[in-house]
């Protein structure tokens, strides 16, 4: 099964979207369906809270709460592990070593730039393909 670490973008522009048909959109529903294992940790966590409550947001606060619940019950709490190197944005760091933390896992983001340059590091659309052909692979779609 597939790993990812979600970017809080992501999660914001899936809920606020108005096209089903968005990569962000399809990130959320794939999650919602088990179609792949999210990881967080604390800090990620606290991320999701704070920002997908801000008012500027038109998001139900029982919407995001019952996300936030769900990626706690049906993902992997992940230990950080520390990557040395400075960062485009250092507020980002904890997606990225969270990512680091379980190998073959993605960090799925709208904001490749604010991270350093890796095949792991992907867009929502990039994350979909990725998905897609696992499930090519076992036979099944998950798509």
Not at 54 to 74: K, M, N, V
Not at 123 to 131: K, T
Request: aromatic share 8%; glycine share 4%.
């Amino acid at each position: 099964m597939i790993c990812a670490v979600i970017d809080t973008n992501v999660l914001v522009s899936a809920l606020i979207t108005h096209n089903p048909a968005a990569a962000t959109a399809g990130v959320v529903r794939l999650l919602l369906e088990q179609g792949f294992i999210p990881m967080y940790d604390d800090d990620i966590i606290a991320e999701y809270e704070d920002v997908l409550h801000r008012p500027r947001f038109p998001i139900l606060s029982e919407t995001a709460d019952a996300l936030i619940s769900y990626i706690i019950e049906y993902g992997i709490l992940a230990t950080r592990v520390s990557f040395a190197e400075p960062m485009p944005d250092e507020d980002d760091r904890v997606f990225y070593e969270v990512t680091l933390s379980k190998e073959d896992s993605f960090l799925v983001t709208g904001n490749q730039k604010h991270y350093p340059a890796s095949t792991r590091v992907i867009s929502p659309a990039q994350f979909l393909e990725v998905c897609k052909q696992q499930g090519d692979k076992r036979g099944t779609h998950a798509l």
